[in-house]
Nanobody, 123 residues
Framework: QVQLVESGGGLVQAGGSLRLSCAASGRTFSSYTIGWFRQAPGKEREFVGVISWSGVGPDYADSVKGRFTLSRDNAKNTVYLQMNSLKLEDTAVYYC????????????????WGQGTQVTVSS
């Protein structure tokens, strides 16, 4: 089992940057694929990006490709989501998740979820 805690959210102006962190407990963290999702009020939870256990070849949603970057430090049991050129439509609660058997874009494939961190982009 793994427990996930997101941090790094906040209020930022459009065009700005934030770095979210997903810290995990558990000795087997390095074997987990980690997905990031977001949910805005009144909307479905949507895929943002996913990074495999090795960190090779992250996959991103088209809406964030070229602006967001995933990385991981298995020694620190942490995955990072660097978000640049933020837009108003990036405003949402961001969640990291683990437990999928492969790098999946579907939230239903993930077993473990963090509590989420709010990202608000202002004009």
């Amino acid at each position: 089992q793994v427990q996930l805690v997101e941090s790094g959210g906040g209020l930022v102006q459009a065009g700005g940057s934030l770095r979210l962190s997903c810290a995990a407990s558990g000795r087997t963290f390095s074997s987990y694929t980690i997905g990031w999702f977001r949910q805005a009020p009144g909307k479905e939870r949507e895929f943002v990006g996913v990074i495999s256990w090795s960190g090779v070849g992250p996959d991103y949603a088209d809406s964030v490709k070229g602006r967001f970057t995933l990385s991981r430090d298995n020694a620190k049991n942490t995955v990072y989501l660097q978000m640049n050129s933020l837009k108003l439509e990036d405003t949402a609660v961001y969640y990291c998740a683990a437990g999928a058997h492969f790098p999946s874009r579907w939230h239903g494939d993930y077993t473990y979820w963090g509590q989420g961190t709010q990202v608000t982009v202002s004009s």
